[in-house]
């Protein structure tokens, strides 16, 4: 627990000795995998995380819950996070993946950990239409673009896919025709039977 406003400082470097463990923890169980997504923006999506939780959520580092989860991701995200087409592809993976090393280092959570896990994934297309409407940005973040589009193309779901499945794979800038609601809805069950399967080799 963490009072941003009572200890700064402190609250500060308790997110930093985090988010350093977190590092480590990414260099020891992705070092087969330099290139995958986890280890390309996990360090900057678990740092934003933390922050968050600290600065504008509740303090409690190590309690999480579905809706913490996505109030970052469609609001704080939306309104402060500066990101390109890679590190939106990349961050419900990297959500998954801090769900993941708080549950190993033995952090309780309010919820259960494949809960969590699927969090950010469940909201991956509401996610990327917050981060590509302007009006969600914060005025820090307008100011930075000078108001210019910097998501002005979709991510592919067949790309977000291919990176979840087997990460390190891919193109690095997708650019795809709009899709219709049937393939939507088709590459959204397959992103449900891929979480499956990650909860079953998990266990």
């Given at each position: 627990m963490v009072d941003y406003a009572d200890d700064t400082d402190r609250c500060m470097r308790v997110i930093a000795e985090l988010a350093e463990e977190y590092e480590r923890y990414v260099e020891s169980e992705h070092a087969i995998c330099p290139s995958c997504p986890v280890v390309r923006s996990g360090?900057?999506?678990?740092?934003s995380m933390l922050?968050?939780?600290?600065?504008?959520?509740?303090?409690?580092?190590?309690?999480?819950?579905?809706?913490?989860i996505h109030t970052y991701l469609l609001d704080h995200f939306p309104?402060?996070?500066?990101?390109?087409?890679?590190?939106?592809?990349?961050?419900?993976?990297?959500?998954?993946?801090?769900v993941y090393f708080m549950s190993?280092?033995?952090?309780?959570?309010?919820?259960?950990?494949?809960?969590?896990a699927d969090a950010a994934e469940e909201v991956f297309d509401e996610f990327l239409a917050a981060n590509r409407?302007?009006?969600?940005w914060?005025?820090?973040?307008?100011?930075?673009?000078?108001?210019?589009?910097i998501l002005d193309e979709e991510v592919d779901d067949d790309r977000?896919?291919?990176?979840?499945?087997?990460?390190?794979v891919g193109v690095e800038s997708p650019r795809v025709a709009a899709?219709?609601?049937?393939?939507?809805?088709?590459?959204?069950?397959?992103?449900?039977?891929?979480?499956?399967?990650?909860r079953r080799n998990r266990h």
């Amino acid at each position: 627990m963490v009072d941003y406003a009572d200890d700064t400082d402190r609250c500060m470097r308790v997110i930093a000795e985090l988010a350093e463990e977190y590092e480590r923890y990414v260099e020891s169980e992705h070092a087969i995998c330099p290139s995958c997504p986890v280890v390309r923006s996990g360090p900057f999506v678990v740092h934003s995380m933390l922050e968050w939780k600290a600065i504008y959520g509740d303090g409690r580092l190590d309690h999480w819950t579905v809706g913490d989860i996505h109030t970052y991701l469609l609001d704080h995200f939306p309104r402060k996070v500066s990101a390109d087409r890679g590190l939106l592809a990349d961050t419900p993976a990297c959500v998954r993946d801090f769900v993941y090393f708080m549950s190993d280092r033995g952090t309780p959570a309010c919820e259960d950990s494949g809960v969590l896990a699927d969090a950010a994934e469940e909201v991956f297309d509401e996610f990327l239409a917050a981060n590509r409407d302007r009006r969600n940005w914060g005025l820090a973040k307008r100011t930075l673009h000078g108001g210019a589009a910097i998501l002005d193309e979709e991510v592919d779901d067949d790309r977000y896919m291919h990176l979840a499945t087997f990460p390190g794979v891919g193109v690095e800038s997708p650019r795809v025709a709009a899709s219709s609601n049937g393939q939507r809805a088709v590459a959204r069950r397959k992103r449900k039977a891929v979480r499956a399967a990650r909860r079953r080799n998990r266990h």
